[in-house]
């Protein structure tokens, strides 16, 4: 618990005051009775100077609310009990509560979904962790806690409806492991893998919940799950389904999922394409003939810096191929949200068994050869596409194969893609500005990505505006805060902080040099080439090694912010 007073915040110390605060804000505006607020200070017996002594703490609340600016009267004293005068302005339960009730009765899920982020987003680390009452830790703190999840498996549900499935998976992952009997949302996480082509890791985090359940519980999942698990075994469908509205605040809709006795006959199709995707047409035809050619190495590469497109580009072609392999396309994440790599012997047990049937596995976001190499041989004769910042040069040496370097979107691929995303009228009628906004983003899919997303859910902010904004400083405002990988300096400084120190600084080094001649001029070539591996340059022929100019702002602005913290350190 904590006061705000202008750009000030006092976190309470535990004490009897803030066991009284506490109870009395948990009951907003509500008589709350002296019985119960005694309990919640005192927890065990009170003293029989209680009463007197209760008193005694509101009056150094009150003092308290004085020193920032908060009337007296905030704290009410009312025949048997108090009561707390609070509103949406003044505490963010109110404010949660509010923005949960009205999203029931918004206009259409987006509108709903962006309500219901935003009461989340007042939440800020374990309610009541400075409050020393045990009646209310053991009593109040779950109920809050109940509230929060029953919105966020509703957040959920309208992502997954929405076909957000690789943008959730943050989420579910952190919910299903820290509440692991609350099968909703292992139900979600589980639907979540399977629609995104990870049939091996929704299969291992299904039997996980169910051997949980059945050692600590004794009990079987319910019926979700297992209607879930035959989904899977069967290769079923799982098309984006509308959820059902919201009958009450935090109401949770279930996706149906399909039935029928025998598995469809028809090619297995669990990659959904990706949303708004545009350009790239001529690296997805040679993709897709290297993919499925009769004889040869059937593996592809697709490198490039960070946030060009690599991942959506590996999704999409997979999506179009899908059809030739009926032994199934499986991907596996080589990489955590926080962009350390995972474990070959983790990521090995994944690799699904050989099936009848061609198969596709794409290894995203491989973090070097070491990685890959072990799971080719795990793969066996299933066509391989892996994406990474680096272009594996060993890949390609000892198995064949291609590589696709990215380069950024063409001007009017980024254009298309805003369109795509935004809305084509809306794009139609400020076309300068779309293009000067695709233009701040460096044509980089994305950062064209988080702008479409700050558009969608401003209705009323014209592109020129958005335009305006970002470009004052495009590498730190181009973030969503609800999703760590949609943040441009959070995904570019992952992917220099996993530099050595001295190649770090040779990037750095070279984005400030920026627009004097040739900036790797004096460089050593092997850094540079290093460089290039890790994505974060880019080289000829023709002409000298250049960086992205994205990139490039992202360096000047963190060389700046190493100087100022410099300059304002003690000496």
Not at 212 to 234: N, V
Not at 546 to 554: P, T
Request: hydrophobic fraction near 45%; include cysteine.
């Amino acid at each position: 618990m904590s006061i705000a007073h202008g750009p000030e915040t006092v976190v309470l110390k535990p004490s009897k005051p803030t066991s009284l605060l506490a109870a009395l804000l948990l009951h907003p505006n509500t008589v709350v009775s002296t019985a119960y607020l005694l309990r919640a200070v005192w927890d065990e017996e009170p003293p029989a100077t209680a009463r007197a002594a209760l008193q005694t703490c509101v009056l150094r609340l009150r003092r308290l609310f004085a020193k920032y600016g908060i009337s007296a009267t905030t704290i009410e004293a009312v025949p048997g009990g108090y009561r707390m005068h609070c509103d949406t302005g003044t505490l963010d339960l109110v404010q949660f509560r509010t923005l949960a009730s009205r999203a029931g009765t918004a206009d259409g899920p987006g509108e709903e979904l962006y309500r219901l982020r935003e009461a989340l987003s007042l939440w800020q680390g374990q309610p009541l962790a400075n409050v020393a009452s045990r009646m209310l830790q053991d009593d109040a703190v779950p109920a809050l806690e109940q509230e929060r999840l029953r919105v966020l498996e509703r957040v959920c549900d309208l992502e997954l409806a929405a076909g957000n499935c690789h943008q959730v998976l943050v989420d579910l992952y952190e919910s299903a492991r820290r509440h692991p009997v609350r099968e909703r949302f292992t139900e979600q996480l589980v639907e979540a893998l399977y629609r995104t082509g990870r049939q091996a890791e929704a299969l291992a985090e299904y039997r996980t919940v169910r051997d949980r359940l059945r050692d600590e519980l004794g009990i079987d999942p319910g019926p979700g799950l297992r209607r879930l698990e035959l989904a899977i075994l069967r290769a079923e469908e799982l098309a984006p389904a509308p959820p059902e509205p919201a009958r009450t605040a935090g109401a949770t809709a279930v996706l149906a999922l399909p039935s029928g006795a025998s598995a469809p006959a028809r090619p297995f199709r669990a990659v959904p394409p990706v949303p708004a995707f545009a350009g790239r047409e001529s690296d997805r035809r040679a993709m897709a003939a290297r993919l499925t050619a009769p004889d040869g190495p059937r593996l592809v590469v697709v490198s490039g810096a960070p946030g060009i497109g690599k991942s959506a580009l590996a999704r999409q072609t997979a999506h179009e191929v899908q059809e030739s392999f009926p032994g199934g396309v499986f991907t596996l994440e080589l990489a955590r949200p926080d962009g350390t790599p995972v474990a070959v012997e983790e990521a090995a047990r994944l690799v699904p068994e050989p099936a009848e049937g061609r198969r596709l596995v794409v290894l995203d976001g491989a973090a070097g050869a070491w990685q890959v190499l072990p799971l080719l041989t795990a793969a066996q004769d299933a066509a391989v596409l892996v994406t990474s910042r680096r272009q594996l040069a060993a890949v390609v040496a000892t198995h064949g194969g291609a590589v696709h370097r990215l380069d950024v979107l063409r001007s009017a691929e980024a254009y298309a893609l805003l369109a795509g995303l935004v809305g084509a009228e809306r794009v139609a009628a400020e076309p300068a500005a779309t293009r000067e906004l695709a233009a701040v983003c460096g044509h980089f899919p994305l950062a064209l990505r988080i702008a479409a997303g700050r558009l969608l859910t401003r209705p009323g902010l014209s592109v020129a505006a958005c335009a305006a904004w970002l470009a004052e400083d495009p590498t730190a405002r181009l973030a969503l805060a609800e999703d760590a990988g949609l943040s441009v300096p959070q995904v570019l400084g992952q992917a220099l902080d996993a530099l050595a120190p001295d190649l770090r600084e040779a990037f750095l080094r070279l984005g400030a040099r920026a627009g004097a001649g040739d900036p790797s001029a004096g460089e050593d070539e092997s850094v540079l080439e290093q460089l290039v591996e890790a994505g974060l340059l880019e080289d000829g022929p023709p002409g000298p090694y250049r960086m992205h100019e994205l990139l490039r702002i992202y360096a000047r602005r963190r060389v700046r912010r190493q100087e100022t913290t410099a300059a304002a350190a003690p000496r």
